[in-house]
């Protein structure tokens, strides 16, 4: 490479990049200026998102960076070549040497020669020196006054603005909020294992199989299994069977904003069933409701089926907390109400109505879970009452497998212990309380005008458990607060002894509610 190309390449590349120095310096206080005036309509009028922060100053030398690489170009070898003559006062020596290898001429050894020669003299840092100085202080001196800016222009708001963003802002967050705790509760779902319902099965399985196989004369072996399959039962039935559904089949029929109470009273004995189609397809049709509304452009039909919509949704939530009260049920319903009053802003629509339907279909898996835990709670009660009367059948060696053989599902066992039972009774009495004795069942008339010695007293023993062994009575005055001591004491004993007996199951389950309501409402002074 002659010396001649050697000082043009060389000349070349600092004119590149003092193009770009010179381009840099141009965009970056161009979009500096760009910057204070969006930074002034967002703090002094609000015009705009407030997004400056010290860090977003960096967007400045970003854009004037991008900016300066798009003008970029490479000059041409004639270009660099005047500027070389025209910095060294070689008289256009140098073009004349660029031009000549595409001009013939007697002149052109001559001429290449003279440019080698002047080229050994001359340094491209010299012929085109950096200035760099300006640039940068120009540069500070812009960033300085930005970002005194970003970190004490105050914010100011006279077009309420910024408060309007900011409570979009606030319910964006909470649909995010919202939308995290159904995919939360939907993975908990997931992960719940499916083992109750199979440990119910198995457990009315095996006790089936046991009352088939019970044989009269075998009294003890068979009051033993009984009382196995008695305490496994029960514990799956206090497992699955929570206050929660017990409370499901104890609620009264009550109506619920418009609905039709025909319906409200036909899921209500649904539920008793264990089944919730009806709610489920009701769910159905709101949730298809809102798939179309979803698809819809914003309009002022589609604001007001939302809100008819949202009534709708309302009186279903109102109606499942009158049915079975499930805080799940209702926690998913709550959210798909929330859910659905934010898509009512124009700008959280889409998103609103996406999550109100995702959690519509927590809420349809929170409806399984409820009906699955009545139906086995159902069974289990069952169970434990067909429990209660073959123990006594077996007690009195009556409990016959053979006559078993027929029976399919806890009902036939039911009716056909019920019978046994009855037939067993001595006239006129009735069996340990289950069913009447025998008799035509007439009343009995009653005159309330004869006088009788009947008196109306209340009974001063002690309630205490176990027999009264001794009393000892003295004339003296007892200590403050002994009585109530005492009284207190009898009552806990009086509820503990209730307490284990149901523990024990020595209570049919349809009366443990009704009996420790009784006994709590005794009071503890006296």
Same mark, same amino acid.
């Not at 960096?58 to 660099?80: D, K, W």
């Not at 209702?330 to 798909?336: E, F, P, V």
């Not at 024990?504 to 005794?522: A, N």
């Given at each position: ?13 600092? $004119? ?10 141009? /965009?970056?206080?161009? +979009? ?25 100053l960096? @967007?400045?030398? =970003?854009? +004037?960076?991008?900016?300066? #690489? ?11 070549a ?11 020596? %140098? ?13 052109? !050894?001559? @001429?290449?020669?003279?440019?080698? $020669? ?9 012929? #085109?020196?950096? $200035?760099?100085?300006?640039?940068a ?5 812009? %960033?300085?006054?930005?970002?005194l800016?970003?970190l ?5 708001? !006279?077009?309420? *603005? ?27 779902? +997931?992960?719940?294992? /499916? ?31 009984? &009382? ?19 409370? /499901?089949l ?29 709610? *489920? ?12 509304? +979803?698809?819809? !452009? ?24 009158q ?28 998103d609103?109505?996406k ?17 699955? &835990? ?9 169970? #434990? ?36 039972? =009855?037939?067993?009774?001595?006239? =006129?009495q ?10 035509? &069942? ?61 523990q024990?199951? $020595? @209570?049919? !389950? ?13 009071p503890?002074?006296?």
């Open positions: 490479m002659s010396q001649t190309q050697r000082l043009i390449r060389q000349t070349a590349r600092r $004119q590149v990049l003092v193009s770009f120095g010179r381009s840099f310096h141009l /965009a970056l206080l161009i +979009a500096a200026g760009a910057y204070a005036c969006l930074l002034f309509s967002s703090r002094l009028l609000a015009l705009l998102p407030n997004w400056f922060q010290p860090l977003s960096l @967007v400045i030398p =970003g854009l +004037a960076f991008a900016g300066a #690489l798009v003008v970029l170009r490479r000059p041409s070898p004639r270009e660099t005047r500027l070389i003559d025209a910095r060294s006062g070689s008289k256009e020596l %140098f073009l004349t040497a660029v031009l000549a290898d595409d001009a013939p001429g007697e002149f052109q !050894p001559v @001429v290449v020669q003279q440019a080698e $020669q002047r080229a050994t003299t001359l340094r491209a840092d010299k012929l #085109l020196p950096f $200035q760099w100085q300006r640039g202080r120009d540069g500070a001196l812009t %960033f300085a006054m930005l970002g800016g970003v004490f222009l105050p914010q100011l708001d !006279p077009f309420k *603005k910024e408060a309007a963003r900011q409570k979009v802002s606030a319910q964006e967050q909470r649909l995010i909020a919202t939308q995290k705790l159904t995919e939360v509760r939907r993975a908990e779902i +997931a992960e719940q294992p /499916a083992t109750d319902s199979e440990q119910v099965k198995q457990a009315l399985a095996q006790l089936e199989k046991t009352f088939k196989q019970a044989k009269p004369l075998e009294r003890e072996a068979n009051l033993k299994q009984l &009382g196995e399959h008695q305490k496994e039962i029960g514990e799956l039935w206090r497992k699955v069977s929570n206050d929660q559904l017990r409370n /499901a104890d609620k009264s029929a009550q109506s619920f904003g418009q609905a039709d109470p025909k319906k409200l009273e036909q899921w209500r004995e649904e539920l008793k069933r264990g089944d919730l189609s009806g709610v *489920k397809k009701e769910l159905e049709a709101i949730r298809e409701q809102m798939k179309q509304l +979803a698809e819809q !452009p914003d309009s002022a039909e589609k604001r007001a089926a939302q809100e008819q919509l949202a009534q709708k949704l309302n009186q279903l939530a109102n109606g499942m907390k049915l079975a009260d499930s805080p799940k049920v209702n926690a998913a319903l709550a959210r798909a109400l929330e859910q659905m009053d934010l898509a009512k802003l124009g700008q959280l629509s889409k609103g109505m999550a109100a339907m995702d959690s519509l279909n927590l809420t349809q898996q929170e409806l399984d879970q409820l009906a699955q &835990g009545l139906k086995d709670g159902k069974q289990l009660e069952e169970a #434990l009452k067909n429990l209660q009367m073959a123990k006594q059948l077996a007690d009195g060696a009556k409990l016959d497998g053979g006559e078993c053989k027929e029976c399919n599902g806890m009902g036939d066992y039911a009716k056909l212990f019920a019978a046994k039972m =009855g037939s067993s009774q001595e006239p =006129g009735g069996m340990a309380g289950m069913g009447p004795g025998i008799g035509n &069942g007439a009343k009995r008339p009653e005159d309330d005008s004869v006088e009788t010695g009947f008196k109306t007293e209340k009974a001063t023993s002690q309630l205490s458990g176990g027999k009264m062994l001794l009393e000892w009575k003295t004339a003296e005055v007892g200590e403050t607060g002994a009585r109530t001591e005492e009284y207190r004491e009898a009552v806990q004993q009086v509820k503990q002894g209730v307490s284990e007996a149901i024990q199951e $020595q @209570v049919p !389950p349809g009366y443990h509610d009704t009996i420790k309501r009784y006994f709590d409402t005794l503890e002074k006296k």
